[in-house]
């Protein structure tokens, strides 16, 4: 039997137990203390507050999607002999690690995660490093065990995490200090070469049509291309840096990663609007929320970013036990890189790919999100057109290696105009022709 102790940045004991059984089989009990703690919260939509224990299927799944896909795991991996099976034995070494505020410890461990003082606990980085950092990034190189990642984020990309001090330079937290980052360095994927240019290009034009987004910047260090974004699941108060409690929509709706697109699950245990909707439906403002995801939902359908996946969504738990949906994260455009996979994360009523899109397919997944069937007409034409006529106002504007992007909105705007009746005027565009998966770039 292996049990491990369970905190958040924010509890003064640990707020429940992980315990991998004698027949691997893992449960999760909440510590009584953070039952009646009058700051206590879920640590998920999926594990709800109660005495009684929570049984292998919806931990394995939660505590599962805080293993990050890096070297780190393939290297702990290795070195102990650890299936990727085994979830509790892998967290045992990598638990300190965990994204977010959650932190998983054996039982004679301290806490490990505290708040961070930028002016005292970080030690800031000089440029000759940086670029070391980036090029060790690039080539696949380990870095230092002094600079090993102190904030690990979910993902398959190359990515460290940062903390950027008041005086703009960049820092590490300094050993044992428990600090928190708030930036996320990401290098682009070596067979879409422009992926840091496109994500930072479509996250500011999220921003410009209203959405909640952090900020996120396109650069070039050491002569490779990295995107450096703002973490939400940080609250900076004057000197302070604090860590929200975060969860991706997979561990909301109790599903392992590996179910993170509907096409990969089965009815009942799958990602899809249903599934959506009961998670919008337990945030603090579900009206809100349901019309905010709709227009995400749209925007991404506009501009091709097809891999809005379960952990590409998320929740964010504030302090007094607030629960949200997250600023708007990882906007790709991935239907301008040819040979990428037209599917949709998860079906829109009917559809699967979105030239079958029609009106009762988008009227059908309003309803599934729970929006109130009556307001849905009028919602839906307001929410599409207000996207269409901002993009297609911003698109004037779009610089020349964005015409992809321009051309494909065309085409997107000119499908759901038609099929929704809602009458926009669109200039005219040289047309897209699907080539695989995808938009042919030629």
Not at 10 to 16: K, N, T, V, W, Y
């Amino acid at each position: 039997m292996l049990i491990l102790q369970v905190w958040l940045e924010a509890s003064a004991e640990p707020i429940g137990y992980l315990v991998k059984g004698d027949d691997a089989d893992l449960s999760f009990t909440y510590n009584p203390q953070w039952l009646t703690d009058p700051n206590g919260h879920p640590l998920s939509l999926s594990l709800p507050l109660r005495a009684e224990p929570f049984g292998d299927v919806p931990v394995r799944a939660w505590f599962g999607n805080l293993l990050q896909e890096n070297d780190q795991l393939e290297a702990t991996m290795a070195r102990y002999g650890i299936e990727r099976s085994d979830i509790a034995g892998l967290l045992e070494h990598l638990g300190a690690d965990c994204p977010g505020a959650v932190s998983v410890l054996g039982t004679d461990s301290p806490p490990i995660k505290r708040p961070g003082t930028l002016s005292e606990d970080y030690d800031p980085l000089d440029d000759a490093t940086l670029r070391d950092i980036v090029e060790r990034l690039a080539t696949g190189k380990p870095l230092p065990d002094e600079m090993r990642d102190p904030s690990p984020v979910a993902g398959v990309r190359r990515k460290i995490s940062l903390a950027a001090l008041p005086d703009g330079r960049f820092a590490l937290p300094k050993q044992g200090t428990g600090a928190p980052t708030t930036h996320i360095l990401k290098l682009p994927d070596r067979n879409y070469r422009n992926e840091a240019r496109d994500e930072a290009f479509l996250t500011q034009l999220a921003a410009q049509c209203g959405f909640s987004i952090g900020t996120c910047v396109a650069d070039k260090i050491a002569d490779h291309d990295v995107l450096l974004i703002e973490r939400f699941d940080r609250l900076i108060e004057n000197d302070k840096v604090y860590r929200a409690h975060v969860e991706d929509f997979a561990q909301a709706s109790g599903l392992p990663a590996e179910l993170k697109y509907e096409r990969r699950g089965e009815p009942g245990r799958r990602f899809d609007a249903g599934t959506i909707g009961a998670i919008l439906a337990a945030t603090d403002q579900p009206a809100r929320a349901r019309d905010t995801f709709l227009r995400m939902t749209l925007f991404n359908l506009l501009l091709g970013n097809n891999d809005n996946h379960a952990k590409n969504n998320g929740l964010i738990f504030l302090p007094g036990g607030s629960t949200q949906l997250a600023p708007f994260y990882d906007l790709t455009p991935v239907q301008t890189v040819e040979e990428y996979t037209d599917e949709l994360a998860f079906n829109v009523g009917a559809a699967s790919l979105f030239d079958d899109l029609t009106a009762i397919d988008l009227t059908d997944f309003c309803t599934a999100i729970g929006i109130p069937t009556v307001g849905v007409p009028a919602l839906l034409k307001a929410a599409s057109g207000n996207l269409i006529d901002q993009i297609e106002n911003l698109s004037a504007d779009f610089p020349r290696e964005m015409s992809a992007l321009d051309r494909l909105f065309g085409h997107t705007a000119e499908h759901l105009n038609d099929v929704l009746g809602l009458g926009r005027e669109l200039r005219e565009r040289d047309a897209h022709v699907t080539s695989g998966g995808g938009w042919a770039l030629s």
